[in-house]
């Protein structure tokens, strides 16, 4: 029964059709605990031996759908809270009636004072289970645990599985997940360009979003579409982190993707290194260069807001584990860098 009341809430929107329909399916607060948000556009399945809902492994397809779910890293389980569709065949534009945001908001901000929030989207090269099982573990224990006290991450479980032979569909899945991932990015704008809420409640939070590996295509793919259909950008994140970069060094050019991204956030920085195995073999399938790779192409040319940094002379043995390219979560120099930016942040008031 349970299990059917909770597909009806997922099938029913909630109020009148919209370009966004919102479908809320539990408002809970979590006081205690250790919890983190992740948010999917893979389709749902019932588990017929069990009854419950899960979350399809190894398959991803543009669905026009996000599922936001609380992660109990304690218990290895999740709650799927909330849903939100896009019935329009383009980016969503309109205003969002009953948007999640405010809830997160009023949750963390609010109730745990918590105000920075880390929005990664991963690479290409894992299944559900390895994203919500493994990868979040590893973030929070590279990461979170080190600003937990005011800092969540925000996790795009968007891949699949990736195998070599399969790399155009790496791409295909890239753009399908662009198109899901501007729900959460048109949410999010809406939310914080909501003045009249604001005027009466503190706006001092702060995001951040990282992209790894084919993730930096995936927001490529998703601000061209954007641009094309002239949807003015909103500068919502203080810092953009590309790190393994599947994109193609040309990216930052005139109409490449990348060029307008100060109206987005306010600083950039490419990390790059010219041993990454699996950017080699990108750049025979692409027949072009990648960014985190070679770096972008031009450096000199890039406006002041982007640093570009060679992360090459203090890799270690144990990226080589993950053939050079996993360095996000296994290099503890660049993991001390980006907690001392995360920290200095803290110490500027504003």
Not at 138 to 143: G, I, L
Request: hydrophobic share 35%.
């Amino acid at each position: 029964m349970k299990t059917l009341i909770r597909l009806f809430l997922l099938i029913v929107p909630l109020g009148l059709q919209a370009q966004i329909d919102t479908y809320w399916i539990d408002t809970t607060t979590h006081k205690f605990g250790d919890h983190s948000y992740f948010f999917t556009n893979r389709p749902l399945k019932v588990k017929s031996k069990k009854g419950i809902l899960e979350f399809k492994n190894k398959t991803n397809k543009k669905t026009d759908n996000l599922y936001f779910c609380l992660f109990d890293y304690a218990q290895d389980t999740f709650l799927i809270k909330y849903r939100a569709k896009n019935s329009s065949n383009n980016y969503p534009v309109e205003k969002v009636e009953n948007n999640i945001f405010y809830k997160i908001y009023d949750d963390l901000r609010i109730k745990k004072g918590i105000k920075k929030f880390s929005v990664v989207i991963p690479g290409y090269s894992h299944t559900f289970d390895d994203q919500i099982y493994k990868y979040m573990h590893r973030v929070k224990k590279t990461y979170a645990d080190s600003v937990k006290h005011n800092m969540v991450h925000l996790l795009y479980a968007w891949s699949d599985e990736w195998r070599p032979y399969r790399y155009h569909s790496a791409r295909t899945s890239a753009i399908r997940g662009a198109a899901d991932f501007a729900i959460f990015q048109h949410m999010l704008e809406d939310f914080l360009s909501d003045s009249v809420f604001f005027s009466t409640h503190p706006k001092d939070i702060t995001f951040y979003l990282t992209c790894s590996s084919m993730g930096n295509q995936l927001l490529k793919k998703y601000l061209i579409k954007r641009e094309k259909q002239d949807i003015p950008f909103t500068k919502v994140y203080k810092h953009i982190l590309f790190i393994g970069s599947d994109a193609s060094w040309g990216s930052f050019e005139e109409g490449k993707g990348f060029d307008h991204l100060n109206e987005l956030c306010d600083t950039v920085t490419v990390t790059w290194h010219d041993n990454d195995i699996p950017l080699k073999a990108s750049k025979s399938l692409n027949f072009r260069k990648r960014m985190g790779l070679y770096g972008p192409r031009k450096p000199e040319n890039l406006p002041g807001y982007i640093k570009v940094l060679d992360v090459g002379e203090f890799l270690v043995e144990e990226d080589k584990k993950g053939l050079w390219h996993d360095y996000l979560l296994t290099n503890p120099q660049l993991q001390q860098m980006i907690l001392n930016g995360i920290k200095e942040d803290e110490n500027v008031k504003p």
